[in-house]
């Protein structure tokens, strides 16, 4: 929620500097880019809670927080890399993506396991 908000508000300090006013989309450069940061956080946060809550609670709750958390910082650092260069964002898009196949991976291992148990 704090990243979620974090986002959000970066996006409202760029829209009063660079006067783009709410519904618009489209502007300076540098608004676009934090905008669409923005926004592919937002699209991609369901699927990471989705998959933290059933890896954390089918597989290992500490294994989860840490995937958790690297995922976090990595949305964090694609966040930062996005505002200040659109090529900037693609090692942590693709350590985030990783992430989430990671999560994932836990989760369906935590799911056979539990259901597949004699």
């Not at 009063?16 to 300076?28: D, F, I, L, N």
């Not at 450069?29 to 669409?36: H, I, L, S, V």
């Not at 940061?37 to 946060?45: K, L, T």
């Not at 090529?87 to 990783?98: D, F």
């Amino acid at each position: 929620v704090l990243f979620s908000a974090y986002f959000a508000m970066q996006v409202i300090c760029a829209r009063r500097k660079y006067k783009v006013s709410p519904p618009e989309t489209t502007g300076h450069p540098e608004f676009e880019r934090t905008f669409r940061a923005q926004a592919n956080c937002s699209e991609y946060f369901p699927i990471f809670i989705s998959l933290l809550w059933v890896a954390g609670i089918f597989f290992h709750q500490g294994v989860t927080a840490v995937c958790g958390l690297l995922y976090l910082y990595t949305r964090l650092r694609y966040f930062q890399g996005y505002t200040g260069a659109a090529q900037a964002r693609l090692g942590p898009l693709y350590a985030s993506a990783w992430l989430l196949w990671v999560l994932l991976g836990l989760a369906l291992a935590g799911l056979l396991a539990h259901f597949l148990r004699p």
